[in-house]
């Protein structure tokens, strides 16, 4: 027993945990519960009404049970009585089982409101104060549906007690984090941002945690907050330690107030009053100079104290990133605690100096300490200290410090501890790619790290090397010899395998004039490893064996003789056997012509986003990799590698692409369930062809694409309906209708005139990015929504809607769309287009969901348009005449003359006739600078002949560049549409 | 500390919750104390419970008293047989929650007199009443150690003054 302790001594209580302590096992502790419980029922039930006292012990005795990890399925009821008990512990007993047992969709929950509405409105405070500690303990939203109109007025009125002001505005910030749209300051706002001013300190120190609150939703309506906080800082900061009497902490004054003070400051831009920031900048200084005081006590509790401001302060500096001597000054701070000899200290250093790292004028001053990281790396004891190490590495690395920062990172990798070795390959990883100078650095790198670590090393890892040594021609060969060098270990790591197997099959020819990595050395080496790899290694080998046979027909025969093999053509896994018999196939029934051409060089992959920058993103939150160094990345990476072969419509297509769910299909530029990995992808129908005798199904894109089944449920106003196979959309959770189009959904729409991929939208929140095809008359298209927030979106539906005559002319059906998308996350959604007749409006894209509790809802317009369904003609000048002039009713001509928006690069007006869908037609026109297309617009219901010409005039009389563009169709409304169309387009 | 720039500030959305939960709990893994200002089912209570509590235990005295634990930062430190855990959000302040368990700490001790295990065990409701009149939904309510120990011992002499004489089998436990 111990010494008895203050207050009530519930002498029984004390017993029973007695007895509890003393039960020498698990089952004796049962015992002794059950025995208890069995008591207090009886007591609940029986005859003679119990006292308040003995209600209060048996309750806290169901409590200290329930505590204990057991359940309590009885005394709710007991409980709710002590509530309106007059006898204060009775009640703060009664409060304390409420707060902690009762979940917020209790029947009770109505008694316990009626007691907690009675000890509001009793006047008495400390009544008043368990009332509201109820409330903010359990938070619930029938709570906050009872008492949010309430606590505000308790809050800010005259005759309130600090006490109950103090618990009333905490319990007011936890009611507004369960139940916004609940807690409507309106009128109260000026008076809550005025607690700042609070004579005392204790009711600002509360206060302060709900304005801040309010001040992120709000911040407009609580900005007055700025020039209080500021003042209220810049008198605590000079206040002398002592000043403060009790809120002085250590000789610290008020450090809790000090920062939330600056971290409300975090919720707003500089102050813009030049005397409130320069009061801020000197707050600010004051704080970094006490960083140099001598401390005014030994005790931890008082350099704790002191730092905790000091790193609000930085932090605030960092967020204003306007200050250079500031920052500077922090670094500089900053570093002094690398070397601290409190763990803690270096471990909040490092953490900090990450954020510094990243602004241009701090990232300097951090680079300073790179050996003081490194060394932290290497030499602390404590895990977590050395990741902070790694991440600051990370954030402070660029171009002048790469190869030292990945070879420490590297040579770390060999001892790092498991928990942390994948995020450190995929660091290492991009760091080598973005800071690449000479690209034979950046696959050494790369192969040291699948030596080093390659169970760690995912497959976005080894894509992305794939995809760099393919889109970089002088490094191909390096590449190729470096590999082949890495495969001679005697063990190597099966990704190893794999890039060397891809590696050698694109570009094994650069190094086969050497004898000792002739083809035959190569492909022995090769398949020396093959019977060690797993399945989908295994396929990948053999696709590089295929391709050896076209660049070394000498290998054919050896190569042949083992496909050939009973271990291949009869494998019991039908993804290798049924390679092994297409390969075998194609090497003896194609010409070499046609070998060539299936089995060509990779073409160069569309530059993109890392998608390894896509995944830590992914793995870390936004926290880690901000937005700064993804678009950092993604504009090295793609100067990196040769982001000027492609036109400039790639940058949006590498966009759209960045965190494509499947990274397997989006890197390699295949999609999922297309069974030749290796093979190129416009090679894809070639091979179709080929095989298209021996019975091979088509694995074409369009291959499941069933013409969407007409809806016969026309009243559904949702679109043309959903097939039996389709399961209907979600019903829509937010009642709101579908929001007019953005106003600029149709200068969204001519963006994709011209081109099938790219990013449709993008606001702050939201990237939508759109890839799709058309053959015949039928589309595909894959909308991938982006959630640019760390938060999650719920309730994420979307609809597709053919307004008015539409519906008639095209049909539309839009697969299911995940409900929820994680932050940073992507989903995709699939719609099948199928055009009816020709057709003008476009489809409408409703997309609504719930982003922190707040609506989003948005329309655009899908761009679906009628050249998609364009199927290019080619004919001769003769012919296009002939039927240019068979077209010749008025009405069947369109004809518009309009200023030149663009430059007239010949290069560029081709580019974009094409991607219109029209065969462009090469010396047809007398007039070498005018252009002529011809195409056939394809519908279910008709084939529309259309035949253009676009005539620049670089010098017209206006001195402008004007074009006229003339388009003749057998339809008199294709010809309008075109015309519109196109003139937004040139 | 905030990790992050202020590139990212526009599209950066604050996690508003504060402190998520306080765990305090002694050398042989025995919970003593729970306060949650999230709400989380039993089930994962119990759940993050047993893995926090072998996750510090397995730490060294000399580590960081800060480690990343999931999405969330956990603020430990030891005093004397318990652990005293705190968990927050990433853009949290470790070093101010740290000297908020200390000054806890200083509290129970001021109330119960050199504060052990054991006047927690025995008067775990009064620990709870100390904690929700220092932290209330996470947030620091009252740093000052005289205001908050004034309401509590208010309450306690209002408990006196109502005490009724009680039964003699009470006196010796029995009830």
């Known amino acids: 027993m111990p010494a008895v302790s203050k207050g009530d001594g519930m002498r029984g209580l004390a017993v029973f945990i007695s007895d509890i302590r003393n039960c020498k096992s698990k089952e004796a502790e049962i015992k002794r519960i059950n025995k208890e419980l069995a008591n207090i029922r009886s007591k609940f039930k029986g005859d003679k009404a119990l006292d308040g006292y003995s209600k209060k012990k048996y309750v806290c005795k169901l409590l200290f049970i329930f505590l204990l990890g057991h359940d309590i399925d009885f005394g709710h009821m007991e409980a709710v009585n002590l509530l309106s008990s007059n006898k204060y512990t009775e009640k703060q007993i009664g409060y304390l089982f409420i707060s902690v047992l009762v979940n917020s969709n209790s029947e009770l929950i109505r008694l316990i409101n009626n007691a907690i509405k009675n000890d509001l409105s009793s006047r008495n405070p400390t009544f008043m104060c368990l009332a509201l500690h109820c409330i903010a303990n359990v938070g619930s939203r029938e709570m906050a549906e009872a008492f949010a109109g309430e606590i505000p007025r308790i809050l800010v009125a005259g005759d309130t007690m600090d006490s109950v002001k103090q618990s009333a505005a905490l319990c007011l910030l936890r009611l507004y984090k369960t139940s916004p749209d609940l807690v409507l300051m309106g009128e109260w706002t000026s008076r809550v941002v005025h607690l700042l001013n609070d004579q005392h300190m204790g009711v600002v120190t509360a206060a302060i945690s709900l304005i801040t609150c309010l001040s992120q939703k709000n911040p407009d309506e609580f900005k007055t907050c700025v020039s209080l906080a500021v003042s209220r800082l810049s008198r605590i900061v000079s206040s002398a330690s002592t000043d403060l009497q009790d809120y002085t902490y250590y000789f610290v004054p008020a450090p809790w107030l000090s920062c939330k003070l600056l971290r409300l400051l975090q919720c707003y831009p500089p102050p813009e009053d030049g005397a409130v920031k320069g009061r801020l900048v000197e707050c600010l200084e004051t704080i970094l100079n006490k960083a140099q005081e001598p401390p005014k006590s030994k005790k931890v509790q008082h350099s704790n104290a002191k730092n905790a401001i000091l790193f609000e302060a930085i932090s605030l500096i960092i967020h204003y990133d306007s200050e250079p001597n500031l920052l500077v000054r922090a670094c500089n701070q900053l570093g002094q605690f690398l070397q601290h000899r409190e763990t803690n200290l270096r471990y909040l250093a490092l953490e900090s100096m990450c954020t510094l790292a990243s602004s241009e004028f701090s990232h300097e001053a951090v680079k300073t300490h790179i050996e003081t990281v490194i060394n932290a790396l290497k030499t602390e004891r404590d895990v977590s200290v050395r990741q902070r190490a790694a991440d600051l590495l990370y954030a402070m690395c660029d171009r002048s410090n790469a190869k030292q920062i990945v070879a420490e990172m590297l040579s770390y990798l060999e001892t790092a501890d498991y928990s942390i070795r994948e995020e450190m390959v995929l660091k290492v990883a991009i760091l080598a790619e973005k800071y690449a100078v000479d690209y034979s650095w950046y696959v050494d790198t790369i192969l040291n790290l699948i030596r080093i670590a390659g169970d760690y090393v995912s497959e976005e890892v080894w894509y992305r090397v794939i995809q760099i040594v393919i889109n970089r021609d002088d490094v191909q060969g390096y590449a190729a010899k470096t590999v082949f060098e890495a495969l001679q270990a005697p063990a190597c790591h099966e990704n190893m395998v794999k890039v060397g197997g891809y590696i050698l099959g694109e570009f094994g020819n650069l190094i086969a004039g050497d004898p000792r990595s002739s083809p035959l050395v190569q492909f022995n080496l090769l398949h020396s490893k093959f019977h060690l790899c797993s399945v989908p290694t295994r396929a990948l080998l053999l696709s590089a064996y295929i391709k050896f046979i076209n660049l070394f027909p000498e290998t054919k025969s050896t190569i042949q003789e083992v496909l050939r093999s009973d271990s291949q053509i009869r494998n019991s896994d039908v993804e290798l056997q049924q390679r092994a018999v297409e390969y075998l196939k194609l090497s003896s029934i194609a010409s070499t012509d046609v070998l060539a051409t299936v089995l060509e060089e990779m073409p160069p992959f569309p530059e993109r986003e890392s998608s390894i920058l896509a995944k830590l993103k992914k793995k870390k939150g936004p926290g880690a990799v901000s937005v700064n160094e993804l678009e950092e990345g993604k504009r090295e990476g793609g100067e990196l590698n040769g982001g000027g072969e492609r036109g400039g419509d790639n940058s949006a297509i590498a966009a759209s692409n960045a965190s494509t769910p499947s990274p397997s299909a989006d890197l390699l530029g295949l999609r999922t369930g297309l069974p030749v990995s290796a093979a190129p992808p416009t090679a894809g129908s070639l091979l179709v062809d080929v095989f298209s005798e021996a019975g091979v199904n088509d694995d074409g894109f369009l291959r499941d694409l069933e013409p969407p089944t007409e809806s016969s449920d026309s009243l559904l106003a949702e679109g043309p309906g959903d097939s039996d196979s389709t399961p209907p959309p979600p019903p829509s959770v937010v009642s709101e209708e579908p929001a007019p189009p953005l106003p600029e959904s149709d200068e969204l729409l001519n963006k994709f005139v011209c081109k099938n991929n790219g990013v449709l939208f993008e606001n702050q929140l939201l990237q939508i990015g759109i890839k799709s095809e058309y053959r015949q008359n039928l589309g595909r298209m894959y909308l991938f929504y982006g959630n640019k927030t760390s938060v999650q979106f719920v309730t994420f539906t979307t609809t597709v809607t053919c307004p008015g005559e539409l519906q008639s002319h095209l049909n539309v059906q839009a697969k299911p769309v995940e409900p929820l998308i994680e932050g940073g996350a992507q989903v995709q959604q699939v719609i099948n287009i199928e055009s009816l007749t020709d057709f003008f409006e476009a489809p409408l894209l409703n997309i609504k969901f719930r982003y922190g509790g707040a609506l989003q809802n948005l329309t655009l317009k899908l761009p679906v348009t009628i050249n998609k369904f364009f199927q290019p003609t080619e004919m001769a000048s003769h012919d296009f005449f002939q039927r240019w002039k068979q077209l010749s009713q008025p009405q069947q001509e369109a004809q518009k003359i309009f200023k030149a928006n663009h430059g007239m690069d010949t290069e560029v007006l081709k580019a974009k006739l094409l991607g219109l869908g029209m065969a462009l037609l090469e010396n047809v026109d007398p007039n070498p600078e005018n252009f002529v297309c011809a195409g056939v617009i394809q519908s279910k219901a008709q084939q529309v002949g259309s035949l253009l010409r676009l005539e620049p005039n670089a010098q017209a009389q206006s001195g402008e560049q004007m074009y006229r563009l003339t388009v003749r169709s057998s339809k008199d409304t294709v010809s309008k549409r075109l015309c519109e169309l196109l003139a937004e387009q040139f | ?175």
Request: charged content about 30%.
């Open chain 2, 1 to 175: 500390m905030r990790k992050k720039s202020t590139a990212a500030y526009s599209a950066y959305i604050y996690k508003i919750e504060k402190m998520q939960f306080m765990l305090l709990f002694s050398r042989q893994g025995k919970l003593r104390l729970q306060k949650w200002y999230v709400p989380l089912s039993d089930k994962e209570k119990k759940k993050i419970t047993r893995e926090l509590v072998q996750t510090v235990l397995a730490r060294k005295p000399k580590m960081c008293s800060f480690l990343e634990w999931r999405d969330l930062k956990i603020v430990y430190k030891r005093y004397a047989s318990l652990y005293f855990c705190c968990a927050i959000e990433d853009q949290d302040n470790e070093l101010i929650t740290l000297e908020i368990i200390h000054r806890y700490v200083e509290l129970l001790d001021k109330y119960f007199g050199s504060v052990c295990e054991l006047d927690i065990i025995f008067n775990f409701e009064k620990a709870y009443f100390i904690l929700d009149e220092f932290l209330l939904g996470g947030e620091a309510q009252e740093t000052s150690k005289k205001n908050v120990l004034k309401a509590i011992e208010q309450a306690d002499l209002l408990q006196e003054e109502a005490e009724t004489p009680r039964s003699v089998l009470e006196e010796i436990g029995l009830t």
